[in-house]
């Protein structure tokens, strides 16, 4: 079972962006990081793909799903932040790259892009995995010649030591999550997944604007960027905004009960392991606190289910290769509308953000046979 929680200090439909934060999000620093990821070499906007079968099953008008599993070949959406993060660290270095060593905590795909963008651009990357990150998604980061240490715990510990290891070394921390004394990097990646939405939004034809949008949540960041762009761009026209995590990981949906930053302890033991974060990103969780109309916890078998809904091409869809991280947004949509929540109905139009393919192949394999165990990898830590 889903749960839901509308949110007590949601801003009003008629309430501006605030000022306050357009130094976190703004479609100013959105023009800067367009310019940039759109000359790399291999950028073009991913497909907007319009799922009518599963709309028409939901009993909602139109479900518009952004698929990233293209993205610059890396299989997810993590590109335009983690990369973009990583072109703008080494501005600001003002050094040469090859005397640069970028590091960052992931489960998977944030660290694949900022192994991928030191490759490109000639630094150095050391990127720490916890010990329950699969040997798939090892072998994909160091594909792009970075050094993989692992380490013990959850990804929030991870976090911790790459952040400590970075202090002593003297290496660069290109994370996806802020924390005290840690904002100008995340606040990167931030702007460069705006470019996702602001691709979407273009793609999207004049009579479909949508009513809804559902995006996962993780640390916050994809959520908060989203969140902004819509604000900021439409303001009172803005869609209702719904955040999606795991059950098993909701430091978001918790944070917005206490009304402040709330960590969620223990293993985060949740399929979904993109979005097993406990400890909510600072400026993402400004943004959310006021901007987000509700949050939806949803159990990995949802995740599963949606997986699978996709990859079948039910009720006349095209199929799509989904990740389980990828499809939240979409899993807690359709729970939301089989329950006859947030006034979802046959005239809503709703965008989700499928933000990555089979980015562990063996795993998806695994799901769609009905096999949870995620497998494990044999490196030690």
């Avoid at 000359?39 to 991913?46: I, M, N, Q, R």
């Avoid at 965008?351 to 695994?366: I, M, N, Q, S």
Wanted: charged fraction near 25%; proline fraction near 6%.
């Amino acid at each position: 079972m889903h749960r839901l929680l509308r949110n007590p200090r949601a801003l009003g439909r008629e309430a501006p962006y605030p000022d306050r934060l357009r130094a976190i999000q703004s479609r100013e620093a959105l023009a800067v990081a367009a310019r940039e990821i759109r000359s790399w070499p291999g950028y073009h906007p991913t497909p907007l793909v319009a799922l009518h079968g599963m709309a028409a099953a939901a009993g909602v008008a139109r479900i518009w799903y952004k698929d990233e599993a293209t993205r610059f070949g890396l299989g997810s959406f993590k590109a335009l932040g983690g990369a973009y993060a990583v072109r703008r660290a080494l501005d600001r270095e003002g050094r040469s790259a090859r005397d640069v060593t970028v590091t960052c905590a992931t489960d998977g795909n944030h660290g694949r892009a900022v192994a991928w963008a030191a490759q490109r651009f000639g630094c150095r990357a050391v990127i720490y995995m916890h010990e329950r990150v699969s040997h798939g998604r090892i072998q994909a980061v160091e594909r792009y010649g970075a050094r993989v240490v692992r380490t013990p715990g959850n990804y929030d510990e991870s976090v911790r030591r790459a952040a400590a290891e970075a202090k002593r070394k003297g290496w660069i921390v290109v994370s996806d999550t802020s924390y005290d004394g840690y904002v100008d990097v995340p606040r990167d990646v931030m702007q460069g997944y705006a470019l996702m939405a602001d691709e979407a939004l273009a793609q999207l034809p004049a009579s479909e604007w949508p009513t809804h949008v559902f995006v996962q949540g993780g640390v916050g960041g994809l959520a908060a960027s989203v969140c902004a762009f819509f604000w900021e761009t439409a303001g009172p026209r803005r869609p209702r905004f719904i955040v999606v995590e795991p059950d098993k990981a909701d430091c978001l949906y918790r944070s917005a009960e206490s009304g402040k930053p709330v960590s969620v302890p223990g293993e985060l033991d949740t399929v979904m392991a993109g979005l097993a974060c406990g400890e909510p990103s600072l400026i993402a969780w400004r943004i959310l606190e006021p901007g987000a109309d509700a949050f939806i916890t949803i159990p990995d078998e949802a995740a599963i289910s949606c997986m699978r809904t996709l990859a079948d091409g039910a009720d006349g869809d095209f199929p799509i290769v989904a990740g389980e991280s990828g499809v939240a947004g979409l899993a807690g949509l359709l729970a939301a509308a089989a329950s006859g929540d947030l006034d979802l109905g046959v005239e809503s139009r709703v965008l989700v953000f499928g933000t990555e393919g089979a980015t562990d192949p063996e795993l998806y394999r695994r799901l769609l046979a009905g096999d949870q165990r995620q497998p494990k990898s044999s490196s030690g830590p």
